[in-house]
């Protein structure tokens, strides 16, 4: 569950209207139209460019899609993805909001619990990112969903919850050094020295200069020797 939230002639042009001038007001730009969508451009092409990492391309001619045509859900969605990549988490909770409202698409619950996790809505967030995994065991955010629900259950206390967690993720992307110290540091706060050993030393190898690393090793290190 998601936590919150045509037309003919002078109707149809009236509803665009508004509709144009409140995406214009939620991303704090005026209305311009020196910037437009490519001809043929839709939103599975916004999505492509959002998975690309062409995030700020994404931010600006997503909404006048989404204004042009309201029904295309991928626009939304590579909008939600760039604006949280961006660091525009209150704004890519809006859209996202707006967009699951409209849709129920999984993918905007990954980008609404995404952006709740960073503005502190835990409970929320934890919600929105196993709804997604439930429906998208193998989708390009399972990862990185799975790394939030493990710092979602760090902090509420529930460490094994988090182990579980980081290992997966560390299944699907096993080449980030910080999660394998993250999984270190739920291990040594479990007293599982050994396992958390491991887990340092393996980030350690993907990071010889990551200190949260070699600090956990050297503490694993004093704690096996006792």
């Given at each position: 569950m998601?936590?919150q939230?045509n037309?003919?002639?002078?109707?149809a042009?009236i509803?665009?209207?508004?509709?144009?001038i409140?995406?214009?007001?939620?991303f704090?730009?005026?209305?311009?139209?020196?910037?437009?969508v490519?001809t043929?451009m839709t939103?599975s092409d916004?999505l492509r460019m959002?998975?690309?990492?062409k995030?700020?391309?994404?931010a600006?001619?997503a909404p006048?899609a989404?204004a042009?045509?309201p029904q295309?859900?991928?626009?939304?969605?590579?909008?939600?993805?760039?604006?949280n990549?961006?660091?525009?988490y209150?704004?890519?909770?809006?859209?996202a909001?707006?967009?699951?409202?409209?849709f129920?698409?999984?993918?905007?619950?990954q980008?609404?619990g995404e952006?709740?996790?960073?503005?502190?809505?835990?409970e929320?967030a934890l919600a929105?990112?196993?709804?997604?995994?439930?429906?998208?065991?193998e989708?390009?955010?399972?990862?990185l969903?799975?790394?939030?629900c493990g710092?979602?259950?760090v902090?509420?206390?529930?460490?094994n919850h988090?182990?579980?967690?980081?290992?997966?993720a560390?299944?699907?992307?096993?080449s980030?050094?910080r999660?394998?110290?993250r999984l270190?540091?739920?291990?040594e706060?479990?007293?599982r020295?050994?396992?958390?050993l491991k887990?340092?030393?393996?980030?350690?190898s993907?990071n010889?200069?990551?200190?949260d690393?070699?600090?956990?090793?050297?503490?694993?290190?004093?704690k096996?020797?006792d």
């Amino acid at each position: 569950m998601i936590y919150q939230a045509n037309g003919i002639g002078r109707i149809a042009l009236i509803g665009m209207f508004f509709l144009s001038i409140w995406i214009c007001e939620l991303f704090g730009q005026s209305p311009s139209y020196s910037i437009s969508v490519p001809t043929g451009m839709t939103g599975s092409d916004l999505l492509r460019m959002s998975q690309e990492g062409k995030h700020n391309d994404v931010a600006l001619l997503a909404p006048q899609a989404i204004a042009k045509n309201p029904q295309d859900v991928d626009a939304y969605i590579g909008l939600a993805w760039s604006l949280n990549a961006l660091k525009e988490y209150a704004k890519a909770r809006d859209i996202a909001k707006q967009g699951y409202s409209k849709f129920k698409d999984p993918r905007l619950a990954q980008a609404l619990g995404e952006a709740q996790y960073y503005l502190g809505e835990n409970e929320a967030a934890l919600a929105n990112l196993q709804q997604y995994l439930a429906k998208f065991p193998e989708g390009s955010k399972t990862a990185l969903t799975f790394y939030l629900c493990g710092e979602l259950f760090v902090r509420m206390s529930k460490l094994n919850h988090a182990d579980i967690a980081f290992s997966t993720a560390l299944q699907y992307n096993p080449s980030n050094a910080r999660w394998w110290a993250r999984l270190g540091w739920v291990r040594e706060r479990t007293a599982r020295y050994i396992p958390a050993l491991k887990a340092y030393e393996q980030a350690i190898s993907l990071n010889p200069n990551l200190e949260d690393a070699l600090n956990g090793k050297s503490r694993m290190l004093a704690k096996i020797e006792d």
